[in-house]
């Protein structure tokens, strides 16, 4: 009977990880189909065009900040020197319990003004607004709010606070290329299907070199734990994302850089307030609105890297950013439990959520399972010895390969790194990627996984920064200080939160047939 | 043993291994080959970047200052003296000295930096028939980079291949070229306008209206008003109609009160909008009384129009949309609109500020703020 089920898992483990390996093989394939497209239909000079013309949709940039007092200043500064004809920058203070809004009030001469706040999406009471007294400075507003616990909350009132069509969702430590706007909003201006959002790749900022706002030298990060999530972003983005896009089954725009169409994401209801997956939350809602109104919709990618991001630089930061992520991903299954296998969502119900929800959401608990069975059967010494290392050679090998793909993809794009060594600094990685790195991010979230279903506290903002005027200066703690009380109420376990779900329709839209 | 010898027994051993061992076998084996090819494509790759960095950091800051000597100077140079001067410092004029050519004098002229030689340096160097290379080729990046390249560089003389791109079947092809036809060609640049089948992109409209503005400066723009009755593409009317208004074309009133009727509320209000751009302020009063059965996007477009006119007659009716609109964008705008409705709008508005409170004050505070740049 044992014997029968080790050969029934054998072959599970064995299917599961060709099935992954397979839809790896055809992501890169699309991912190069969408890459080569992009770039033959894109050009700088499309980028002048746009910025003279009197044709170019206003865009809002909104950016939430809670407690970020150490990399506020530089990193409004950084938004403030996008390069685009009609854009304002707006700064949502979440209830911050640093200098972060005394630090901005001083740097840009802001004071409170006659603001008509609407509050067509509803978020945790808005407080004022303040407007820079100084020209210079005449497209930034900052909205001050009572803290909603979630980086959704803060987004919430940017949109509130916003006037133009579209926005594009940032996080105050992000750096972004001054191009972004005119790259981002290009899918949209291009396509005669409504683009209802569009993503952009992400990279670390850590061992980069920033002037006034401005990225002036990439390099790989120097410290291994950012560069080993250079990496995984390179990956996901270019060949998971860009390969969705092909077939307009992108799963998710990323919270740290996403530009949306704002009159489709309020009719959607905005972001989930409780959610701690906020981008795929809104992403999901908006598609879902569209289908339900039966209207047609993409959602664009481009394979520029446009956002600079301060990468967790060990593993107990690493720790609390996987570990929420993942609770996020499990909140996200449970309150868009509808979407999964349902054929009136079409491709977002038959084709990208149960891939997220088999390759994404169950591969750290097969994993996990994996392990322990694998430590099982070495006790009992069950292991066939001649076989069990050709197979973990083959995942490995395998991871390899995808990583090397994803590099040449990178550097098919654009170069961004001058020199060669960097590029294989970056192979390198790849090489004890699998073994060093991985097991770790499957750890968290499990334990992300654990916490949801525990109803463990889980703030935004649990990023520590270390700011980006010094090296050495290795900061506070910013989640100990500040997040633990963040959220006093409770949360309700998964159990009520179903229970209610069930009891009421809640926010989420279901679907008409 | 030697190695033959081992690897004839190793495969003989696979054979009698099980089919999903087997498999994993011959799957490794291939990852493994593609790492290395992949490795020696990065490597191709960066060693072919790292040579074209170096001649770009060589010969960019040399090119841009023989150029500038030719286009912003009193200097005289022939056509022969610039080609053999821009050899010097290429070594090789060929398809990628050129580009970096073009690149340069592209960038000149996204600078505004103009001059009357550029045409020299055309000729010179050879740059038409590179060009003409490059819409011949068979990657549509190149015939895109040739489509745009062509156009900043004022080059029209590419009616012909433009027009054999005009019906590919490449539909961003087809669309670029469509469009570029209307900049490149003298003769009969509004060809394509009855032959758009679909609606045109944002990105459509922002590339014809960059077209126009250089017809316009060629002086060729009086036709365009007539395409608003010949077309029968709501999205191509509506485009036209804005354009009517933005270029200031006159002699339209009567096709534009016409589309007042039109039963798409799109075309209606830009319509009224163009009106408005226009001053055709005997509308006004046509205007005032189609607002309230107009949908939300006309009646915004006839505040605006109303304000545009500022002949000071509609300040009752702008009071009076104020207090029933319901919509605070609206509102918005409909304040502005009394604040900058002549002299007695701004009395008006003072006085509206004096006897209201709450929110809607707040709006009239929100709009009359100066530190509130987009309201």
């Given amino acids: 009977m044992f014997d029968i089920f080790v050969k029934i898992y054998e ?3 064995f299917f599961y990880a060709t099935s992954l390996i397979l839809s790896y093989l055809v992501l890169a394939i699309f991912s190069f189909i969408a890459i080569n497209r992009y770039k033959s239909y894109n050009t700088d000079i499309d ?11 206003g865009i809002s940039v909104i950016a939430p900040a809670y407690n970020e007092e150490k990399t506020i200043i530089i990193n409004v500064k950084s938004l403030l020197t996008l390069n685009y004809p009609l854009f304002e920058v707006i700064i949502v203070n979440d209830g911050s319990k640093d200098k972060t809004l005394d630090l901005l009030i001083k740097e840009f001469d802001l004071v409170e003004a006659p603001f008509a706040y609407v509050e067509k999406i509803k978020t945790k009471p808005y407080k004022r607004t303040f407007k820079s007294t100084n020209p210079k400075y005449e497209i930034l507003t900052i909205v001050d709010k009572e803290n909603g616990g979630t980086k959704a909350d803060a987004f919430n009132a940017g949109l509130n606070a916003s006037v133009f069509p579209y926005y594009l969702n940032t996080d105050v430590d992000c750096i972004l290329a001054r191009n972004t706007l005119t790259k981002m909003i290009k899918p949209i201006l291009n396509s005669k299907t409504q683009v209802i959002a569009v993503g952009a790749t992400l990279r670390m900022s850590n061992n980069c070199e920033i002037e006034e706002g401005i990225i002036t030298r990439v390099r790989p990060p120097k410290a291994l734990i950012p560069r080993f999530q250079e990496l995984e972003y390179i ?8 390969g969705w896009e092909l077939i307009n089954s992108v799963p998710n725009v990323s919270g740290g850089l996403g530009m949306f169409d704002k009159d489709v994401a309020i009719k959607a209801g905005g972001y989930g307030a409780d959610s701690h997956a906020e981008d795929m939350d809104m992403m999901t809602r908006m598609a879902v609105h569209m289908m339900n109104n039966r209207l047609d919709y993409k959602i664009g990618y481009i394979p520029l890297s446009c956002c600079w991001t301060e990468g967790p630089p060990n593993i107990s930061i690493l720790n609390r950013q996987r570990t929420r992520w993942a609770s996020g991903l499990f909140q996200m299954f449970s309150d868009h439990r509808k979407v999964l296998f349902n054929p009136n969502y079409k491709r977002l119900g038959l084709i990208t959520f149960p891939y997220i929800f088999i390759y994404e959401f169950l591969a750290p608990i097969i994993e996990a399972f994996g392990i322990l069975f694998s430590i099982f059967l070495l006790l009992y010494g069950y292991v066939n010895w001649n076989f069990a290392p050709l197979i973990l050679l083959y995942s490995y090998t395998f991871a390899i390969m995808i990583s090397s793909v994803v590099i040449i993809w990178d550097q098919m794009t654009f170069k961004y790194y001058n020199t060669t060594r960097e590029v294989l600094t970056l192979f390198l990685t ?7 790195y991985h097991p770790l991010i499957m750890f968290f979230s499990l334990k992300g996984y654990f916490s949801y279903i525990t109803s463990r506290e889980l703030a935004w903002g649990t990023m520590t920064r270390k700011g980006f005027d010094s090296d050495e200066d290795k900061g506070g703690d910013k ?4 997040d633990s009380g963040n959220n006093t109420d409770k949360k309700p376990g998964l159990f009520d939160r179903l229970k209610n779900k069930k009891d009421s329709s809640g926010d989420f839209e279901p679907i008409k047939t | 043993m030697g190695f033959v010898e ?9 054979k009698t291994f099980p089919l999903i061992i087997q498999i994993t076998i011959v799957l490794t084996l291939f990852f493994i080959l593609a790492t290395l090819a992949l490795i020696i494509t990065i490597y191709t790759i960066r060693r072919r970047h790292n040579r074209l960095q170096k001649i770009l950091e060589n010969s960019v800051p040399e090119i841009v200052k023989l150029f500038e000597d030719i286009l912003f100077t009193d200097k005289n140079y022939s056509e022969q003296e610039i080609f053999t001067k821009f050899e010097d410092i290429v070594e090789e004029v060929n398809r990628e000295s050129l580009d970096i050519a073009v690149t340069v004098l592209v960038n000149f002229k996204n600078e505004d930096r ?6 020299l340096i055309i000729n010179a160097l050879g740059i038409v028939e590179h060009l003409e290379n490059k819409f011949d080729s068979r990657s549509n990046s190149e015939k895109m980079d040739a489509f745009q390249e062509a156009f900043v560089l004022d080059l029209n003389k590419f009616d012909a291949k433009v027009l054999r791109y005009a019906y590919s079947r490449n539909q961003q092809i087809r669309s670029e070229a469509r469009n570029s036809y209307l900049a490149l060609s003298n003769n009969d640049p509004y060809r394509f306008f009855d032959e758009f089948d679909r609606s045109l992109s944002k990105w459509d409209e922002i590339e014809l209206m960059q077209y126009l503005r250089l017809q316009k400066d060629r002086g060729n723009l009086e036709g365009l008003g007539k395409w608003i009755n010949y077309s029968e593409n709501d999205s191509l009317v509506v485009f036209l109609i804005k354009m009517v208004g933005y270029f200031k074309q006159r002699g339209i009133d009567e096709i534009l009160m016409e589309k007042l009727e039109d039963g798409s509320e799109l075309v209606r209000a830009a319509a009224i909008s163009t009106l408005g751009e226009l001053g055709i302020k005997e509308t006004e009063q046509t ?3 189609r607002y309230f059965t107009e949908p939300e996007i006309c009646q915004v477009a006839i505040v605006k129009a109303i304000k545009k006119f500022n002949t000071g007659k509609s300040l009752n009716f702008l009071q009076e949309i104020f207090f029933e609109s319901n919509n605070t964008d609206t509102k918005k705008i409909i304040a502005e609109s009394i604040l900058n409705y002549s002299y007695e709008g701004k009395i008006a508005f003072q006085n509206l500020k004096n006897s209201l409170s709450g929110f809607d004050l707040l709006i009239l505070q929100h709009v009359e703020t100066p530190l509130i740049k987009y309201k």
Wanted: net charge negative; no cysteine.
């Fill in chain 1, 47 to 57: 980028d002048e065009e746009l910025l003279h013309s009197d044709l170019a949709p």
């Fill in chain 2, 6 to 14: 081992w690897f004839l027994s190793f495969i003989y051993k696979i």
């Fill in chain 2, 287 to 289: 205007l005032i009384d």
């Fill in chain 1, 430 to 436: 790849a090489l004890v990627e699998p073994i060093l």
């Fill in chain 2, 114 to 119: 103009e001059s009357e030689k550029y045409q």
């Fill in chain 1, 479 to 482: 989640d100990s200080s500040g």
């Fill in chain 1, 11 to 13: 072959y599970f483990i």
């Fill in chain 1, 235 to 242: 990956r996901s983005y270019l060949l998971g994302k860009m």
